[in-house]
Nanobody, 114 residues
């Protein structure tokens, strides 16, 4: 079992920045990959960014160059730095941990609006 707790969401104007955090109950070295997903109303959940236990990253095309996923192994925390935010980034953002099974946080709302 892995507990995941997200934080850092909120309301931001277009062009602004937010940093999401996901604190885990296990060492990140025990987890094959950590990821951030998002789900907007009426849409399916989609992958935003993933980081492997070895530090390899990949991103959705829609966020490349704007979002950065990173990890702090000592703090057992994964981050998602989001810059140049757009209204279409508005969604609930979920932290995901992939071991033998997938584990999910409860999500944090990100709203980009003027």
């Amino acid at each position: 079992q892995v507990q995941l707790v997200e934080s850092g969401g909120g309301l931001v104007q277009p062009g602004g920045s937010l940093r999401l955090s996901c604190a885990t109950s296990l060492s990140l070295f025990s987890i094959s990959a950590m990821a951030w997903y998002r789900q907007a109303p009426g849409n399916r959940r989609e992958l935003v960014a993933r980081i492997s236990s070895g530090g390899n990253t990949n991103y959705a095309d829609s966020v490349k160059g704007r979002f950065t996923i990173s990890r702090d192994n000592a703090k057992k925390t994964v981050y998602l730095q989001m810059n140049s935010l757009k209204p279409e980034d508005t969604a609930v953002y979920y932290c995901n941990a992939h071991l033998r099974d997938d584990y999910w946080g409860k999500g944090t709302q990100v709203t980009v609006s003027s």
